[in-house]
């Protein structure tokens, strides 16, 4: 079976800037942004998973159990305080992340050798496809 776990370089990236617009990031962090090459690491120890979004600019990363609310506050990204549950939908991990910002989440899979990360805000869709370092 295809784990999520490992080291993911990005290949692709649509409409970030639509997602990020969306949850209200400038105009100027939306810039540097944009040309970031991002790397995901994805752990799991024993129930916990540890999931690190990696760049030059600014590091982001999340911790928790499947099925289990946890409070995020997504420091260096939009700022908000969010409570955020993740579970499993067949072969996806999803994320429902509730707080301001309506229908905001995200769900990641694995086909083949790829790592697709669809993110969600009120609306708008990212798409970003990473490859097994
Ligand atoms: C960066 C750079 C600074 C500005 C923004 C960022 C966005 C990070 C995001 C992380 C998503 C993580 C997820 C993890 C689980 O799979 C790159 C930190 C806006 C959107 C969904």
Same mark, same amino acid.
């Given at each position: 079976?295809?784990?999520?776990?490992?080291?993911?370089?990005?290949?692709?990236?649509?409409?970030?800037?639509?997602?990020?617009?969306?949850?209200?990031?400038?105009?100027?962090?939306?810039?540097?942004?944009?040309?970031?090459?991002?790397?995901?690491?994805?752990?799991?120890?024993?129930?916990?998973?540890?999931?690190?979004?990696? *760049? !030059?600019?600014?590091?982001?990363?999340?911790?928790? /159990?499947?099925? $289990?609310?946890? %409070?995020?506050?997504?420091? &260096?990204?939009?700022?908000?305080?969010?409570? *955020? !549950?993740?579970?499993?939908?067949?072969?996806?991990? /999803?994320?429902? $992340?509730?707080? %301001?910002?309506?229908?905001? &989440?995200?769900?990641?899979?694995?086909?083949?050798?790829?790592?697709?990360?669809?993110?969600?805000?009120?609306?708008?869709?990212?798409?970003?496809?990473?490859?097994?370092?």
């Amino acid at each position: 079976p295809t784990s999520l776990c490992g080291t993911w370089d990005m290949i692709s990236n649509v409409n970030f800037d639509g997602y990020m617009s969306a949850l209200g990031i400038s105009t100027y962090l939306r810039k540097i942004a944009l040309r970031l090459k991002l790397k995901k690491v994805i752990e799991r120890q024993g129930d916990q998973y540890i999931i690190k979004t990696l *760049s !030059t600019f600014r590091n982001y990363a999340i911790s928790f /159990k499947i099925g $289990q609310e946890f %409070e995020e506050f997504t420091k &260096g990204l939009d700022n908000r305080h969010i409570k *955020s !549950t993740v579970t499993w939908q067949g072969n996806k991990q /999803k994320c429902e $992340q509730i707080g %301001e910002k309506k229908n905001r &989440g995200w769900a990641h899979w694995v086909e083949g050798d790829k790592l697709h990360l669809e993110l969600y805000c009120d609306g708008e869709v990212c798409k970003q496809v990473f490859k097994k370092n």
